[in-house]
C-alpha cells in the first residue's frame, strides 16, 4: 500500500542534540512538507520541499534543517538552535507544483528531557 | 491577523444534531480550500475539499463564499464518532506554494 511514513513515533532529545527526524514516501509525490503543531494550535510550516534538490523555508524555519536528495525522502534536523523543540512533527506530501490537498505521515513526537 | 481563522469552540452536540462551522481566509488571491479532521494526538486526515459551488459528501457540506472571504463545514446527523477536531485549510502566499492550516474547531458529540 502506498503511504507517508514518519520514524520515529516518540523521540527524547538531550537538550544541545541534534536530532533527525525521519520522512518516507512512495505516493510518487513530487512535494514534500514538514509542520510543527503545539498543544492545542495548529500546524505551522517548517520547511516544504516542491522538487528533488530544492527546498524552502516556512514560517518557522530557524533552528530545522532538511534535505531533499531522493524523491521518497525528506528528513528534517532538528538543531540545538532551535530553543522549545518540543512539539508533534507532521510530514505531508502531495502531487505537483501546486497546492493540493496532502496525504500526512502519522507524526513523530519530540520531548526534550 | 490570522491567515485562517477558526473559532476554537468546543462545539458540545447531542446525538443527530446538525452543527456548523465556520471560517474566514485573509488572503483574497487563496484559490485551494479543504476541511480536514483531526483526531487527538492523530494525523489530520482529508475530509473534503471545497469548491466554489458548494460540495457535498453524505452528512457532510461545504460551502466557499469568496466575497465575504469564508468557509463552512454543515455536519446533518452528527454522530459519537464525528467527535474531532476539524481544521480549516486555505492556500497562503501565491509564492509559497503550501497551505495554511487555521487552529482547528473541537467538536464533541454527546450521547
Known amino acids: 500500500d502506498g503511504g507517508i511514513t514518519q520514524s520515529p513515533k516518540y523521540l527524547f532529545r538531550k537538550e544541545g542534540q541534534n536530532v533527525t527526524l525521519s520522512c518516507e514516501q512512495n505516493?510518487?509525490?513530487?512535494?514534500m512538507y514538514w509542520y510543527r503543531q503545539d498543544p492545542g494550535q495548529g500546524l505551522r510550516l517548517i520547511y516544504y520541499?516542491?522538487?528533488?534538490?530544492?527546498?524552502q523555508k516556512g514560517d518557522i524555519a530557524e533552528g530545522y534543517s532538511v534535505s531533499r536528495e531522493k524523491k521518497e525522502s525528506f528528513p528534517l534536523t532538528v538543531t540545538s538552535a532551535q530553543k522549545n523543540p518540543t512539539a508533534f512533527y507532521l510530514c505531508?506530501?502531495?502531487f505537483g507544483t501546486g497546492v493540493t490537498g496532502y496525504t500526512f505521515g502519522s507524526g513523530t513526537r519530540l520531548t526534550v528531557v | 491577523r490570522k491567515e485562517v481563522e477558526q473559532d476554537p469552540g468546543p462545539f458540545n452536540v447531542p446525538e443527530g444534531a446538525t452543527v456548523a462551522f465556520n471560517c474566514t481566509y485573509s488572503?483574497?488571491?487563496?484559490?485551494?480550500f479543504f476541511w480536514y479532521r483531526q483526531d487527538c494526538r492523530k494525523e489530520p486526515k482529508l475530509l473534503m475539499s471545497?469548491?466554489?459551488s458548494g460540495n457535498e459528501d453524505g452528512r457532510f457540506t461545504a460551502q466557499l463564499n469568496r466575497a465575504s472571504q469564508y468557509i463552512s463545514l454543515l455536519i446533518r446527523d452528527s454522530k459519537l464518532s464525528d467527535s474531532a477536531t476539524y481544521l480549516c485549510?486555505?492556500?497562503?502566499?501565491?509564492?509559497?506554494?503550501?497551505?495554511?492550516f487555521g487552529s482547528g474547531t473541537r467538536l464533541q458529540v454527546q450521547p
Open positions: 505531508a506530501s502531495s
Open positions: 505516493l510518487n509525490h513530487d512535494a
Open positions: 520541499s516542491q522538487i528533488v534538490n530544492d527546498f
Open positions: 488572503n483574497s488571491a487563496s484559490q485551494s
Open positions: 471545497v469548491y466554489s
Open positions: 485549510v486555505a492556500d497562503g502566499d501565491t509564492g509559497r506554494r503550501a497551505l495554511t
